[in-house]
């Protein structure tokens, strides 16, 4: 069912909007193109206690909690400019649902220092088919579109690339991010001796293969953490059965452990199930602005998010 | 500005070894700002406590663990720790050379630009024949007790290095469901070509620029002087249209009167 398969889409999608060429509008969502699988190391106290995270004044020597704290920025040494979250949001950009496609360039001319992180555009409703005939189009013509979009607060220069039928969108570093690459060293124009051309080119192709191995980009760290864990683990070494943090209430209800909340967050992208959630209603979550989502959270019970950022609230909503 | 070196190492695969120095090709822009304590300005410092009793734990106290799929924590030890990390060492192996664009995009994570590290002949040609075959190669190395894999790329004469996502990292394209929907006809394939062609051009990375870290960094420097900050906001509209066909003909008409008049 198509309407089945949207809302599937809906639910995992970090954005939607509408893709616009020329006067083309066609319904997206964005996907995330990568998935962290990091395994965090928690901190623990010396009995196996999780930790949680506080902030504290060393003037004062005492606690402060999150609504204590302003953001400072130095312009001179221990001289600090205050900021509040509000002025912060009233510089944010117009919250936008369109990426406006009004450029297109030649596919290779974006040098790969520019790229920052993939997406995957999907269609939604009505819009396979002009999804269909710009993927084609793009394809043909070896041509990557260039505009910049508004995703969570934040103004992105995105690059939209045709492969194999699908759209891919690549966040892109500034110009300013990147800097020139001229490296000291490298000789502006040099000739070079044909044989030791030929030598390179021969060693080259001896090491050159089809495909891909992805046995040799696995993350062997890893796994070989995990290993060691699931070792100690099976002999009883050095295991600690986890407290249920979360039911503990009054004082150390809002002491937060924002690895938890991460943790559990990539668990459930992770997991098959949907997450059973009544905000399923799409994208909503991310036209609320802080305060609101706070209060959301306030109504939901979820703990420690006066500590939250903005992102981490509306994945604990979501999750709630 | 003068690049500082991050890093020596030696490319190496057959019989050839090519010495480089790595030079980070990204600057950090973000505005970094300090939290401080409202009532004193004081940036404030994070501790790790004891949800126990809110008592803080020393940082040469502090263990890490991992928590089981059971929910269980197991701990693990600073010296098991240190014996998970890698070897140090110079090496940078490629592991094999593949086609230029096997990589997706979506396996990139930071660049990097080499340069050569004391002779540069072997830098030079190896830049030069990567180029010529259209060839890039998958590279692992050990960076200050850290793995990393990456993609060797060379363009103008000029090696980079990128690091890439673990293969568990990177999300199958086969995930993605395709939808067929109706067919196309040929007349809008083509207008669409010619609606592509017509907003072609180079890519010109100067042309953008993060306006909402501009418009911070007014703000701060107002601040810093002592003036009142005027926010403002900018809004803008558009028409919609009905069929696709119709759509694309006035996106080309619109097109091509803006080239026109500009």
Partial sequence: MPEQEDKELRRRSIWSGTLTFGMVSIPVVLLPGQTSQRVRLRMLSPDGTPLARRYYCPAEDRPVEREEIIRGYEIEKGKFVTITEKELESLQPEKSREIDLRRFVPVEQIDPEFLDRAYFLAPVGDSAKPYRLLTETMEKAGKAGIATFVMRDKEYLVAILAENGLLMAETLRFADEIRSSEVPGIPADRTIDSNRLKAMVKEIRNASADEIELNELKDIYTERLNELAEQKRAAGQDLISSPEREKESGHTGNVIDLMQVLKRNIEKEDSKEPAQSEKEAGDSLDDLNKTELYNNAKQLQISGRSTMTRQELINAIRNA | ?262
């Fill in chain 2, 1 to 262: 500005m003068s690049m500082r070196a991050l890093w020596k190492g030696v490319i190496r695969f057959g019989e050839v070894s090519v010495p480089v120095k790595f030079y980070s090709a990204v600057e950090d822009r973000n505005i970094h700002f300090r939290l401080l304590h409202e009532t004193d300005h004081t940036p404030v410092k994070q501790q790790m406590v004891d949800p126990r009793n809110g008592k803080p734990v020393p940082r040469e106290q502090i263990r890490r663990g991992l928590e089981t799929d059971t929910g269980e924590i197991v701990m693990i030890s600073p010296e098991e720790l240190d014996s998970l990390n890698p070897e140090p060492s110079r090496e940078i192996e490629i592991t094999r050379f593949v086609d230029q664009g096997r990589i997706n995009y979506q396996w990139y994570v930071r660049p990097y630009f080499l340069g050569p590290d004391g002779i540069e002949e072997n830098y030079v040609v190896l830049a030069r024949a990567l180029e010529k075959e259209k060839k890039e190669g998958i590279a692992r190395w050990t960076m200050r007790n850290k793995s990393y894999i990456g993609a060797l790329d060379a363009k103008n004469g000029q090696l980079k290095l990128i690091t890439l996502r673990y293969s568990g990292e990177v999300v199958n394209e086969a995930e993605i469901p395709r939808k067929k929907g109706r067919n196309f006809e040929p007349m809008e394939l083509k207008m669409a070509e010619q609606l592509v062609d017509a907003l072609a051009g180079d890519f010109d990375p100067t042309a953008y620029r993060n306006e909402y870290r501009r418009r911070v960094m007014d703000l701060i420097n107002t601040k810093a002087l002592g003036n009142v900050y005027r926010f403002e906001k900018a809004k803008k509209r558009r028409a919609k249209f009905a069929s696709l066909t119709d759509t694309l003909k006035q996106s080309l008409d619109r097109v091509r009167k803006e080239k026109k008049s500009a």
